[in-house]
């Protein structure tokens, strides 16, 4: 009974961190891939016909999709490297248990700065701000605003599960813990 | 870290518990300065960004203000380290309810590990929503055409960057926080 238990938990835990995983590697090869490439008329000269240029709009440009890159390629090897050391080790080595802890909490903080980040500026691409002179970027790039949207809601999620596994963590120590009473 | 706590035991003038059999592990002292640590850098994060008005006379233009509600990151962040300061206040006082009552605060930690760990979820996003945003307003991006601000709005820009620099602390505060409570947690499994 209280092996089957341990190893449902143990499960469980495993099947979030497998999910934490593919969700921020989803993220990192959406935003990866993403590239978009406009023939854009620029006015250079108002007599003239306009001028048109081909202007690429690539994820590297930004320096909050870089962090967001950066960000869940670092989560998505923690969280297979997590993955293999809870697995070899599924009897509760304690050390471990709270090294781990310490890395899940650690990648929350790493994904949701990442993701609001980008989230920041892909706002600014999609509205444009007025008052700082920031045009809207989104109208002309629309499917890679799409693919940056989509990037940062999958390693939002990804964050989430990461949140979800450090709540397993503290339930499993809490029912460990006051089992003598 | 226990023997820490025993030493703010004796501060209280408690009986102080033999640490060669410790029933419980206990934190608390440790808790609730860093709880106090989170509502100073939060309420510093508000007042700092809040604060930060500079208007300055730009050719053609004509008078320009730079204030913090004039983007919606900057909104973000003062809303989210305003929530952590509210919980910081909640929890300080959760905290010292349960200075006396061991028994209770099992339970407690438990709350405290998975709230820490939520509030510090809203904290990183804000200190990354105002961050990146702050990152192009300083340095610009040449690719969308996005100038740079903090050259005209030098004093605004020094305010904005206090307030990230204190809610990142705030942010290492609130990881800390988890790992004492799931610490202490640790520490009570009877061996």
Redesign the interface.
């Known amino acids: 009974m209280e092996g089957e238990n341990k190893a449902r938990r143990g499960g469980c835990d495993l099947l979030l961190r497998l999910l934490a995983f593919a969700l921020t590697l989803v993220s990192a090869i959406l935003l990866g891939v993403d590239k978009q490439t406009k023939i854009v008329p620029i006015q250079i000269v108002s007599s003239l016909p306009p001028l048109h240029v081909p202007v690429t709009?690539k994820w590297q440009?930004?320096?909050?999709f870089v962090?967001l890159m950066v960000a869940n390629i670092i989560a998505s090897s923690y969280a297979v490297l997590s993955l293999l050391l809870s697995f070899t080790s599924m009897g509760g080595n304690?050390i471990l248990?709270?090294a781990i802890?310490?890395g899940d909490?650690?990648m929350?903080?790493?994904l949701?700065?990442?993701?609001?980040?980008?989230?920041?500026?892909g706002?600014?691409?999609y509205e444009g701000?007025s008052?700082?002179?920031?045009?809207k970027?989104c109208n002309v790039f629309g499917s890679f605003c799409a693919k940056v949207a989509a990037s940062v809601l999958i390693s939002m999620l990804g964050?989430v599960a990461f949140?979800l596994l450090?709540?397993y963590?503290?339930?499993r120590?809490?029912k460990?813990?006051?089992?003598?009473? | 870290m226990a023997s820490t706590d025993y030493k703010a035991d004796t501060e209280r003038g408690k009986e102080v518990v033999p640490p060669a059999a410790p029933p419980t592990v206990n934190c608390f002292a440790a808790d609730i300065t860093l709880r106090v640590l989170l509502f100073v850098a939060s309420v510093a994060a508000v007042v700092s960004i809040v604060t930060a008005n500079q208007t300055k006379i730009i050719p053609v233009l004509g008078e320009r203000e730079?204030k913090f509600n004039?983007?919606?990151?900057f909104i973000?962040f003062v809303v989210a380290l305003s929530i952590a300061g509210l919980y910081s206040i909640i929890t300080t006082l959760a905290s010292i309810s349960v200075l006396s009552k061991p028994?209770l605060s099992?339970?407690l930690?438990?709350y405290f590990?998975?709230w820490d760990?939520?509030v510090?979820?809203?904290v990183?996003?804000?200190?990354?929503?105002?961050?990146?945003?702050a990152?192009?307003?300083w340095?610009g991006?040449d690719?969308?055409?996005?100038?740079e601000?903090c050259s005209t709005y030098d004093k605004f820009c020094h305010h904005v960057a206090g307030s990230l620099a204190v809610s990142l602390f705030a942010?290492v505060v609130l990881?800390l926080l988890?790992?004492l409570?799931?610490?202490t947690?640790?520490s009570?499994?009877?061996k």
């Open positions: 709009a440009y930004q320096s909050a962090y304690n248990e709270l802890f310490v909490s650690l929350v903080a790493l949701f700065s990442g993701s609001g980040a980008s989230a920041a500026i706002l600014v691409a701000n008052r700082v002179q920031w045009q970027v964050g949140m450090v709540l963590s503290g339930l120590l809490h460990r813990s006051s089992r003598t009473k | 730079a004039h983007l919606k990151a973000y028994a099992t339970k930690l438990l590990a998975f760990v939520l510090l979820g809203l990183a996003s804000a200190t990354g929503t105002a961050g990146g945003v990152y192009v307003g340095k991006e690719h969308a055409g996005w100038a601000l942010s990881v988890s790992w409570s799931i610490y947690l640790h009570r499994i009877p």
